[in-house]
Structures are given as C-alpha cells and as structure tokens.
C-alpha cells in the first residue's frame, strides 16, 4: 500500500528525524538519495540544468549537483533569485565547478528544485516563465520532492506548474502527488527513504495488487461456505432505454466474490438478464447488499425499495439523484465528477479542480462513503479516511465501465467489505482488469477480466509468477 502524508505530518517528522540526523545530515541524506536517482536518469553526456528556488528545495539540489559534479557529471545551475539560493549549497555546487547560466533554453535534461513542501500552488514570474519552457520544449525533467507550484496536501493547481517526467519524493508520498489534476504532472514517483517516520499517522492510502493478503480471508470463500454464506448482491438496474446497463450491472456482480446475483426490474427486462445470464435469480427477496441506479428509471421508488431492508448499498448513477437526507446503512455512492457537481448543486469544473475538498463534502453531507470516479478515483470515508486509485487506463472512459464498477462492488459490500474497502478494492480491481485486457475494449470486457484478476489478487500468483520469472532472469543472467 502507498501511503501520503500532509506537509504537516512532515514537517512534524521531520523535526524529529532531525533531533538524531541534524538539519544538515537530513538535507544530505535527501541529497544523496537525489544523486542515486539522477546518475541512473539521466545520460552521462547531457549537461544538466538545475532550476534552483529560494528554500531548502533548492538546497536538496545544490548538495546533489555538486556531488554529480564530483562523479564527472555536467551541471549548471539557473537561480530564480541568486540571494536566496542556500548558500552552503550554492557555494558546494559552484566550487565543484557548477556553471551559473540566465536561461534553461537549450538543456535537455532539467532538475525542477524550485519548491518543495514549503510551498504555494500556482508559479508566478519567472518561475512561471521556467515553466513554461518546459511545457514548450519539453525537455526530461527530474522535480525534487514534488513537482514545483503544485497543490501539494490537495493535488489542485491554481496557476502554472512544472511538468515532470520523474518525481524524486522524500519520506513519503504526498497526496498531490496521488490525486486531483496534479497528479499527472508527478510523472514516475519514487519515495526515497530519508529516515522519517510516519508509521502511526493517518495516511492518504492507495492499494496496491500486493494487498490482497488485507483482504482475502475476506473474500475468499471457505470448506464450510455455500452460497448464501458468500453474500446475495441485489441488483436494481436498467430500464427500457438502457437495458445494457442491466446485463452490465449483473456482470460486473457476478464476477465478484458473494454467491448469488439477485435482479429486480420490470418483467421484460429480467427475462432478458436471466437469458443471458442463468445463474442470476430475478425477483424480490434477502440479499446482503444492494445495487441500485445504473441505466435505471429516474425515479426514488429503486433506491427507497432498497433502503428498506436495511442492508449496504451501492447508490450509482440515476439513483444519486434521489439520496435521502442521510443513510442510516453503510453506502457507497459511485458519482462521476457531473453527477456529485449536480448531488452538491456545483459545476463540474469546480469538482475537477478539487476533487478531494468536494468528496469529502459528499460524504459528510450524507453520511456515506463516496467513490469519485475519474482517471485517479478517490473513495473517501464518512469518518475522512481517503484512497486514491492508481490502477487503469484511459481506455476504461467507455460506456458501461461504471455499470461493471458498481454491480462488482455490490458484490463486495454482500460479501461483508464495509463500503470504504469495497470501493477501494472494486476501484483498484477493476483497473487492474482493464489493465490485463489492455484495451481498446468494451466494458464486458472488464467484467470477464474481473474473476481472474481478484483470484490473483487474493492469492498472489501473478507476483509470485513474477517473482520467480525475476529470479529466473537473475540467475540466467548471472546476478545474485
Ligand atoms: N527541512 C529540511 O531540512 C529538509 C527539507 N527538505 C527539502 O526542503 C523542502 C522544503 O523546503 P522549504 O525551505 O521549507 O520550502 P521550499 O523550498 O518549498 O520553498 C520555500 C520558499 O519559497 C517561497 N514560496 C513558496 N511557494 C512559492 C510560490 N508559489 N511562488 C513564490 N515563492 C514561493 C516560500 O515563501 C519560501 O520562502 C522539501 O520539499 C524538501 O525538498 C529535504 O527533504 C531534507 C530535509
Ligand atoms: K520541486
């Protein structure tokens, strides 16, 4: 599991690895990790251009030029304001034989040390003009920690920002390194251990396909299980005008861990869904959580006939329209950034800026645990508790893919996950899933990828194959 921490937690981590590093041995320890990083990154032929800010950003960077200097390396420095640059740092970069130049034009390879942790979202001057190099000419760039001119607790940006390849991150993550439209600025991150320790604070968490061993007890069905003991997931989905939504709904359930698929819909329409799929059992009865508004009628009868047993409940397109004032049963709400902009009476644009800030509305306004779907879909808790998926491809914006997610989470929810794991899970699965396929593909497609790949989920066997395909490389190629 990845986990992100605030720059408070930071900070506040940081004051106590520096109690036994010192201020300096921590920033080193920063800088040599930093150096590790660019030797393998960067070619040995190509000058570097380091883009130094005013803080101790910078100074991560000037510690690591000089030391790329001392390993033959060719560095020069542009200072966004020569005063303020750190000075120990600037004075170990030059007298290694760092080059001060005006301009980055003309580099190749550029490392973005402008701000770190310390700063502000949105560059201005001629950070902003630096910047903006970078997005015209597009040069490798290497961000120390994050990305400059992010929103670093939020991922929202308000303003220019550096666009990286690369992301150097000291600790920890950081949540816009995870989440919201700063999130793909990050590039590749890769969390460098700096001697912080963050183990008992709450994280910004993101699963990962190794978390399977969280949850399989809790899937994986035992010797003494039948198939009301797996859960029964109810399905309320579909009308005349979006039938496939049903069939959708029904498969994404079905490729999930409970032991039976309920339907219920008009009489035409459960015909058809238990034509195509016969295990399916249609009419009213016990489940253990429901699924209510893919495709469906825009009418509150579906999700107040569901509310009424008392059970979980995945809420999900039509039905978000008709929430009650506040749930009394664990539910996920599975909005798009449209549907939770109309639930909060908000533009979509606004959701998209901030997704997190408008998630954790939602879930407080309804008590209920909200799954923001959108290229990193966020799952936030009614007690704030936050995660962010990183599995997927964009060949997942395709219709009916959020009919498979809703009815596969259903079937985690009557499986006995509480809606925060179920989101989770179901939003990292079904990545992964659609991941496997690759894509182009058609939402079915995710929903037959489903089984396999919760299988390997819960019991690793894809990382065990791909450990051992490692050590079979290794070995053939002669390293230990
Ligand atoms: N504390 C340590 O010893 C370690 C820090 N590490 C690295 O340091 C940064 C955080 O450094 P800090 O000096 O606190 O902040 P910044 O370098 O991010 O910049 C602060 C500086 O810039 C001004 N500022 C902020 N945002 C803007 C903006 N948008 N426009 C203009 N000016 C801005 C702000 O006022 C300050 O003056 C951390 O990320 C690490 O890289 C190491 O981890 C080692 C330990
Ligand atoms: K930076």
Redesign the pocket.
């Known amino acids: 599991m990845l986990t992100a921490h605030t720059v408070a937690q930071v900070r506040a981590a ?1 004051e106590v690895a ?1 109690v036994e590093q010192g ?1 300096d041995g ?2 080193q ?2 800088a040599g990790a930093l150096v590790g990083h660019l030797l393998e990154l960067v070619p040995a032929d190509e000058t570097v251009v380091v883009l130094v ?8 960077a000037l510690f690591a030029a000089a030391r790329l200097l001392e390993r033959g390396r060719r560095v020069n420095l542009c200072l966004l304001d020569a005063s303020k640059a750190h000075p120990a740092g600037l004075a170990a970069a030059t007298g290694a034989g760092a080059q001060v130049v005006d301009r980055p034009e003309g580099h190749r390879v550029a490392v973005d040390a402008l ?10 001057g001629v ?1 902003a003009e630096w910047a903006a190099w970078i997005e015209r000419e597009r040069p490798c760039v290497v961000a ?3 990305p400059s ?1 992010i929103g670093v607790d939020d991922g929202r940006l308000d303003g220019p920002a550096v666009r990286a390849d690369h992301t150097i991150t ?2 920890t993550m950081k949540p816009g390194l995870l989440l919201g439209p700063a999130a793909p600025l990050a590039g590749r991150v890769t969390v460098v251990d ?1 001697g912080l320790d963050l183990a008992e604070q709450r994280a910004v968490e993101s699963l990962e396909l190794a978390d399977g061993h969280r949850f399989r007890d809790r899937m994986v069905p035992s010797a003494a299980d039948h198939k009301y003991s797996r859960g029964v997931v109810g399905v309320r989905a579909g009308s005349p005008e979006y039938a496939g939504a049903a069939h959708l709904c029904v498969a994404g359930a079905q490729a999930g861990p409970a032991g039976m698929v309920r339907f219920v819909g008009a009489p035409d329409l459960s015909h058809r869904v238990v034509d195509r799929a016969p295990e399916v059992v249609a009419g009213a009865g016990r489940v253990q959580a429901w699924v209510v508004g893919p495709g469906g009628e825009d009418s509150a009868e579906p999700l107040d006939a569901a509310l009424a047993d008392g059970v979980p409940v995945v809420v999900d397109a039509t039905a978000l329209g008709h929430l009650p004032d506040r749930f009394e049963v664990d539910a996920l709400l599975t909005p798009h950034a449209g549907e939770l902009a109309a639930m909060l009476g908000t533009e979509r644009a606004e959701v998209e800026a901030d997704p997190l800030a408008h998630a954790r509305r939602a879930a407080e306004r309804w008590s209920a645990t909200v799954l923001l779907k959108g290229p990193r879909t966020l799952v936030v808790s009614t007690d704030g508790r936050v995660r962010v998926n990183t599995s997927g491809t964009p060949w997942l914006g395709t219709a009916g893919a959020g009919d498979v997610l809703a009815g596969f989470a259903g079937s985690l929810l009557a499986r006995g996950l509480d809606a925060f794991d179920a989101g989770s899970v179901a939003a990292l699965l079904h990545g992964l899933a659609a991941e496997r396929v690759g894509g182009p593909f058609v939402a079915s497609d995710i929903a037959r990828a489903l089984p396999g790949t919760l299988r390997d989920f819960c019991d690793g066997s894809r990382l065990m194959r791909g450990a051992e395909d490692e050590i079979h490389r290794r070995r053939e190629e002669g390293r230990p």
């Open positions: 940081e520096a201020w921590l920033m320890r920063a800010g005013p803080g101790n950003n910078g100074g991560d701000f770190g942790i310390g700063a502000r979202p949105g560059l201005t950070a120390v920690d994050v001119g000291f600790g700096i």
